[in-house]
């Protein structure tokens, strides 16, 4: 319990980060348990004179403003390599990624009509925001190290370091294509709750009240919540699900580079059905030729 006072610290004198942490949480398990329970979130927007809708247009920019509130505390300019605690790169790629999520759940809120506009902008909203995390890399990077791949473990065991990485690598980018052909806030939302509470809990690991490999079980946890709650979408939408999985196919296994195969996602899922049929007649031709 005396652990816990620790959080307090003289950095955050009005105790506005974590007021809004605590809120943020609080609004994560308001949604999250809507979802369980009526199988939606309940987002509004189609009334602002409704109290949820209201709440729907603004607990996005209070999520995004929880991860600008991390610039009142110190943080070292790089990472330490034997405890998993916040240093510039990843406190800079949570709060673009954060900004990357909120701006999809404010255009899937705007946007009504679904067609290539809709997804084009997607996909230049995404890729400026990677555009933004690769030169922070570029500044802060050291060692070639990924900021969360490559967090530290406190075991000799190597089997559990190598999956973990590939199940961060293949989240991340099953994040990435669920962000570029969402047609709902629920996504981005849901996406944007591993991004926050990873850094949560990088502070626990600070403050000594967790170590590293409960960061890494905690994290991982969180990075199944989207799959868990989107499971009936994912089950009923081959549409979406089958684009995503060659979408990380390319990417993780034949290093297509990223921009490229993120607008090559787009492009095809816009053009599926008709690029679909004209793979089904040449097959139907050569068909006929032997």
Known sequence: MNSLFTLFSHHDVLNIHKILGFGCLVHY???????F??????????????????????????????SMSSFIFTVPTHRFNSK???????????????????????????????????????????????????????????????????????????????????????????????????NNCENGFSIMFPIQLSTFLMTLVRKNIIGNNTWHILYAMSLCFPYILNRNSINNSN???????????????????????????TYYYINMKHINQIFSSCILNIKKIN
């Open 29 to 35: 398990g308001y949604r999250f348990s809507n979802k």
């Open 239 to 265: 549409d979406k699900f089958y684009p995503s999985v060659i979408y990380a196919f390319c990417r993780l296994f034949l290093g297509f580079d990223k921009y490229i195969n993120m607008s090559f996602l």
């Open 37 to 66: 329970l009526y199988g939606s979130m309940l987002f509004e927007s189609s009334n602002l004179s409704n109290s949820n809708s209201i709440s729907t247009y603004v607990a996005p920019m209070v999520h995004l403003t929880l």
């Open 84 to 182: 998993a605690i916040i240093w510039r790169e990843l406190q800079l790629h949570n709060i673009i990624f954060t900004s990357r999520s909120v701006c999809m759940m404010y255009h899937a809120l705007f946007f009504k009509e679904l067609n290539a506009l809709y997804y084009f902008s997607r996909l230049g909203i995404v890729l400026f925001h990677h555009y933004m995390a690769d030169l922070v890399t570029i500044k802060y990077q050291k060692d070639n190290k990924t900021t969360t791949r490559d967090i530290p473990y406190d075991t000799k065991n190597t089997l559990i370091p190598y999956v973990n990485k590939k199940f961060y690598a293949m989240s991340q980018l099953f994040a990435t294509s669920t962000i570029l052909l969402s």
